[in-house]
């Protein structure tokens, strides 16, 4: 299994896709959003850093996010490979993950491709769990108050789904993270999907793309 790094804007389906994958495959799915908040829960050095920063209402600088990135995938779990979700975000943390992948196996990066119509259709449509925050599966039919599947809590839709927030988040990740999927092409390690699919159909073209890479990476 190689080492993923799973980009597309917000809408595309991309943490569902890495659940999936990181269930089929036996490798660990790394959040960002997960690993922060596990660096926080368990009061190590970073986290205890990151929280100071969240308590004051900032943001978590790049160099936190990178150590607590760096000691994630140091972890065992994660030396047969992994999916990134959410990391990197830029082109310097592009550059602070190569360095923290010397000696293991190249990194590919899938980007899951969907029209901003698309997105903002399903991003009004779709709900998150009110108690762990999961957000349903779109493969599954399940409308505001059905029981969420990972912990059972009522499937409520996020109070930021507005077509205005929404819309702003599409322009902000666009002007972000372009420079990031041509630093990435430009090393020949960007492959691209079409997320406007059903989600079985990504999952298996997500597939695909693992399996024809035998274990490396152009």
Request: glycine share 12%; aromatic share 2%.
């Amino acid at each position: 299994m190689p080492n993923l790094v799973m980009l597309g804007p917000p809408g595309a389906g991309k943490g569902t896709q890495a659940d999936r994958l990181a269930l089929l495959r036996g490798v660990p799915k790394v959040s960002t959003g997960d690993t922060l908040r596990a660096a926080v829960q368990a009061g190590t050095p970073l986290g205890l850093q990151a929280k100071a920063i969240m308590e004051r209402g900032g943001l978590v600088d790049d160099a936190v996010m990178i150590g607590i990135v760096r000691a994630r995938l140091g972890q065992p779990d994660a030396s047969r490979g992994f999916i990134l979700d959410g990391f990197p975000r830029t082109v310097a943390q592009a550059e602070a993950l190569d360095g923290i992948m010397a000696g293991r196996s190249p990194l590919v990066v899938i980007e899951i491709a969907v029209a901003d119509d698309e997105l903002l259709r399903r991003m009004l449509s779709r709900l998150v769990c009110k108690n762990c925050g999961t957000t349903a599966d779109p493969g599954e039919a399940k409308s505001a108050g059905d029981a969420c599947g990972r912990c059972g809590g009522p499937l409520v839709q996020r109070s930021d789904d507005n077509e205005t927030t929404v819309r702003e988040r599409l322009r902000v990740y666009a002007r972000d993270t372009k420079p990031l999927l041509d630093y990435y092409r430009a090393r020949k390690a960007l492959r691209s999907i079409d997320g406007s699919q059903s989600p079985d159909r990504v999952t298996a073209d997500l597939a695909a793309i693992v399996d024809g890479l035998n274990g490396g990476a152009a």
